[in-house]
């Protein structure tokens, strides 16, 4: 604990705890396919837009994407530019805005409780296993949980400090991150600033006018403002009306996508996202409104409380919604941890839940197999899960060190993430119907009636042009030897005649689809 402890104070430990959290976030990104429908349209639509040299435009197979904000894409370009258009170079800067959430949330959090519990916020931070596998995607949901925590802690730092640094901060990170989702990125800390500033008795007229709100809008306007306009021209602000009411209204307001649920589901999501440190988190919130007179600590509450509450009001229900709040509840896990706990005998009863967890979830990887046919192929994999138990079990051998005992569990859950990334996701990837079929579609003209997966556009490097059921005949007379990519159900509703044949079949990793291929028979000579 002595190296340890001589480890944080190091005057480079900062730039440490941003390596080791860059190649945790990075570790085998090379070796996983786009398989995700988001990673695949994400990683898409900035091929595109890197290949039209149109900065302006979002398009997806060529149609207008109004999903996203821009900012991930720009990074995305970025990096294609620099290493190609392979899924290394879609996910790096995810890796990259992961490692900095780490940073900004170890740098913020010394500064205002102490250096153990910032050591020990990073670590919860890098032990979860739901924030590794987050940051290894290329979705721009890591680009929005950076920009949202440094906002947050920029804001307290300013509220505290004065300093008029920090409110460019706050300011820039609140353009940056409407840029990476939208209006989230404002509206949900700016609720949050109001709660704090109510609740710690500060709303007033003086200390509003310290935080200069007419400054910081000419500088978010001035961030944002340029692009959302000439995008609203470029398009005729068709992207404007469908992003704003549809991905930010609508979203908030309706179900979207089948992604519903009561209100404690993000409650449920926040559980399992941040274990295996997650089971101490009912003691470390009592624990910490305990200590709520201290006005980190109150902010930190409010914080993540309202971003949980914020998510359980809305109708569409993800689970990396709620991943913004993992910063702050990380923190008052690790202010309980530094603060509260002495022996063992105060976390029994937690421990033990969490090593029921563990030893669910390798059966719960088995278990998972008769619900998806497409894992058959990794089942043994799942075998490797059986290390996060081992060593939980292993953890409690230092129970009368309970610092090393719950460095351990931390450690559970990186070596369980790595896992994931390494070991689970590369073997099922290879099971990806896109990356199975490539060879099929070599040099061949490419179609797709109705449906398709959307990880080809992103391989084949090229539009895949739609074909009506009553021009499927023409496109093959035109294109003898071409293919025609749909899905199971969509072919079976079409009843094509006997001249057409299934050329391959396959599950897509996930979703319920499933891809085929469908060529000209071959005639016998």
């Known amino acids: ?52 040299r149109d900065w302006l435009v979002p398009t997806f197979n060529s149609v207008l994407r109004t999903d996203k904000p821009p900012l991930h894409y720009f990074f995305m370009m970025l990096s294609y530019s620099v290493f190609g258009v392979n899924p290394f170079a879609a996910r790096l800067f ?38 590794s596998i987050q940051f290894h995607l290329a979705v ?62 500060n709303f007033t007229w003086k200390v509003i006018r310290t935080l200069k709100p007419l400054w910081g809008l000419a500088i978010v306007l001035v961030i944002t403002f340029p692009w959302f306009f000439l995008n609203g021209l470029q398009t005729d602000w068709e992207w404007t009306r469908r992003f704003f009411l549809k991905h930010n209204l609508h979203r908030f307001s309706d179900t979207m996508e089948g992604h519903g649920g009561i209100f404690l589901v993000p409650l449920l999501y926040v559980f399992v996202g941040l274990l295996p440190f997650a089971v101490f988190l009912p003691q470390a919130i009592v ?19 309202s971003i949980v509450a914020f998510f359980s009001v809305s109708q569409t229900k993800l689970p990396n919604y709620t991943v913004p709040a993992y910063p702050f509840l990380a923190f008052l896990i690790a202010l309980f ?67 090393k005992m719950l460095l351990i569990v931390g450690f559970s859950g990186i070596v369980t993430a790595l896992i994931f990334v390494g070991v689970l996701a590369p073997r099922l990837s290879l099971q990806n119907p896109v990356l199975q079929s490539l060879d099929l579609l070599k040099d061949r003209e490419v179609a797709y009636f109705e449906k398709f997966n959307p990880a080809y ?66 005639v016998a000579d």
């Open 140 to 201: 721009p949901d890591p680009y929005l949980v950076f920009f949202f925590t440094w906002s947050l802690l920029a804001f307290f730092s300013a509220f505290k400090t004065g300093r008029n640094r920090e409110l460019v901060f706050m300011n820039v990170a609140m353009a940056c991150g409407m840029l990476s989702k939208g209006l989230v990125a404002i509206l949900l800390p700016g609720l949050i600033f109001l709660l704090f500033l109510i609740f710690s008795k």
């Open 1 to 52: 604990m002595k190296t340890l402890e001589k480890l944080v104070e190091h005057t480079w430990f900062p730039l440490y705890l941003f390596v080791f959290a860059l190649a945790l976030f990075s570790f085998s990104s090379w070796d996983t396919s786009i398989f995700i429908l988001d990673e695949a349209k994400n990683a898409g639509c900035a091929r595109e837009m890197l290949e039209n």
């Open 287 to 305: 624990y910490a409104f305990k200590k709520r007179k201290n006005d980190f600590v109150l902010f930190t509450l409010i914080a993540a409380t």
């Open 337 to 403: 941890i530094t603060q509260k706990v002495r022996e063992f005998r105060s976390l029994r009863a937690s421990y033990f839940v969490l090593l029921i967890i563990g030893i669910l979830l390798p059966i719960g990887g088995f278990v998972s197999v008769e619900f998806d046919s497409s894992l058959l192929l990794v089942k043994e994999s799942f075998a490797w899960l059986l290390v996060f138990p081992m060593l939980l079990v292993f953890a409690l051998f230092f129970r009368k060190q309970v610092q």
């Open 457 to 522: 556009p992103f391989y084949l490097k090229k539009e895949i042009r739609p074909v009506e059921k009553e021009e499927i005949e023409a496109f093959f007379q035109e294109y003898p030897d071409g293919i025609l990519i749909s899905t199971q159900k969509r072919i079976q509703q079409a009843s094509l005649g006997p001249e057409y044949e299934i050329i391959y079949e396959g599950k897509d990793l996930f979703e319920s689809p499933t891809t085929v291929l469908i060529a000209l028979k071959k």
């Open 94 to 131: 995810s890796a990259v805005f992961g490692a900095l959430t780490i940073l900004v949330s170890f740098q913020y959090i010394r500064r205002f409780s102490d250096l153990p519990t910032a050591f020990w916020t990073a670590f919860v931070l890098l032990s979860s296993i739901h924030l």
